[in-house]
């Protein structure tokens, strides 16, 4: 019965771990520092050959689909309640025994030799795991040798970065693809999080302001309290009694935060509360702009999608400038900014709030940021330019969009119920 549930080894594992057993038994202290050197590279070689034993095996196991026939529901859920092995442990080997068996010999055999480590290999893996199916296959090839060959010299950090150059040449539109679509997910992702709360102290001494804010409330959030964090100066100092200034850097976000809207408060430019805006500044080529292709930069390195750099592009003041090909400004242009001041207060006037057809937008949430006043572009249609009518045309005191290949305004969606109650001055303003 012994011999069936545990059959005898058939490749010279039990003898190599009898071997294993000597070796770790050897007392050291007896060994120059010259042999402990060649030691523990032995000791290392040894272990990437004894990971890419594992792995062959693993890499059968799944294919074969033992875990199941073993009562597992997965190779992860098998190696974790029969062998003891951490999930994350356990999805690493499995993940990287797949991939060696199916797409990657050359590192597996590699490894066999001792010449690629465990996280060496697993690097190797992410590198070349997502390039897109058009590749040719001699150059997926050229890419593992060339990775395997710098392994003897990289640490998994460098060769990391040498795989994303190597995956950068190898195929330039998946990676930026796969790029775009990492950053637009992690967009999406925290801005369904985003949050602000604010808890009243029982005992009226205050209350604990709470948040968590996406890629551009962030930014937004970070310019505009940036100029009042920082420590006051002296002459600030010496009015208030004070040597210097001794607030902590939240006690000083605090006070930004409520100078902020104080001024906020007591400054609108309109009626409608419209004041200056905060500084971000979105660095992004225009062809990316236009073309929803690409990344755009913040001031602190952030990429952000294409997607959400045109939706922060629709209230900026846009400057602007001509890079050469070392990326050195040549030109600068002078700053644009639409509909502030006076010219927004006459259309919160004229229109009455936001006239896009069911839009119900007050006036103070309207950003009023058409770059043509009687052209509309819609975000999810970019080829396509929406004429907006005035009142010669429609027979109302208001701007009317209509369709890209329709005359006439569209009559199905609900027009602004605020801007219909409201009552514009007889004479109505025209572009």
């Known amino acids: 019965m012994t011999t069936l549930l545990n ?11 009898e071997v294993v057993r000597a070796a770790a038994e050897t007392e050291l202290w007896s060994l120059t520092d010259r042999q402990l050197a060649v030691e523990v590279a032995d000791a290392l070689a040894l272990r990437a050959q004894a990971d890419a034993v594992l792995l062959a095996r693993l890499g059968e196991a799944d294919a074969r689909g033992l875990a199941r026939s073993r009562g597992a529901s997965s190779m992860v859920g098998w ?10 442990e356990a999805s690493r080997l499995v993940k990287t025994a797949r991939a060696l068996r ?15 480590h465990f996280s060496q290999a697993e690097v190797i893996v992410d590198s070349l795991k997502d390039l897109s199916d058009g590749i040719a296959p001699e150059r997926r090839v050229e890419g593992e040798q060339t990775l395997i060959g710098a392994c003897a010299s990289l640490d998994p ?79 600030i100092t ?14 000083r976000r605090y006070d930004a935060i409520v100078e902020v809207s104080r001024r906020s408060l007591h400054h609108p430019t309109t009626s409608s509360g419209d004041g200056g805006k905060a500084q971000i500044r979105v660095t992004i080529p225009l062809a990316c702009l ?49 509909y502030t001041g006076a010219p927004r207060t006459a259309i919160e006037i004229r229109d009455g709030g936001c006239v896009w057809p069911g ?43 209509t369709t890209p290949d329709q005359p006439h305004p569209p009559t199905t969606p609900t027009p602004n119920r605020l801007a ?11 572009d």
């Open 7 to 17: 059959p005898p080894a058939v490749s010279g594992l039990g003898h190599a771990r």
């Open 79 to 88: 190696l974790r309640g029969s062998h003891r092995l951490g999930s994350g």
């Open 102 to 116: 199916e797409q990657l010999p050359a590192t597996a055999s590699a490894m066999t030799g001792g010449g690629v």
């Open 157 to 235: 950090v460098k060769l990391g970065q040498l795989g994303r150059r190597l995956e950068e040449l190898l195929d330039p539109d998946g990676v930026q693809a796969r790029d775009e679509a990492k950053i637009r997910d992690h967009e999406q992702r925290a801005f369904g999080k985003r949050e602000f709360t604010l808890s009243p102290d029982p005992y009226g001494s205050g209350g604990l302001i709470r948040g968590r804010y996406d890629a551009a409330g962030y930014a937004v959030l970070t310019a505009a309290l940036e100029a009042l964090c920082t420590p006051w100066s002296d002459g």
């Open 238 to 251: 010496a009015d208030l009694g004070q040597d210097k200034d001794d607030r902590t850097p939240a006690q």
């Open 290 to 338: 236009t073309e929803r292709v690409g990344l755009g930069l913040l001031d602190d390195g952030s990429e952000i999608s294409p997607t959400l750099a045109r939706m922060l592009a629709c209230d900026a003041a846009i400057i602007p400038a001509v890079l050469n090909a070392h990326g050195q400004p040549v030109d600068v242009g002078r700053e644009r900014r639409l």
């Open 359 to 401: 839009c119900a937008r007050p006036t103070r949430l309207d950003p009023g940021t058409s770059p043509d006043p009687l052209v509309r572009r819609r975000p999810d249609r970019p080829g396509q330019r929406w004429p907006v009518l005035l009142a010669p045309t429609t027979g109302s005191n208001r701007p009317q969009p």
């Open 420 to 430: 219909a109650t409201s009552q514009p001055r007889t004479g109505a303003l025209t």
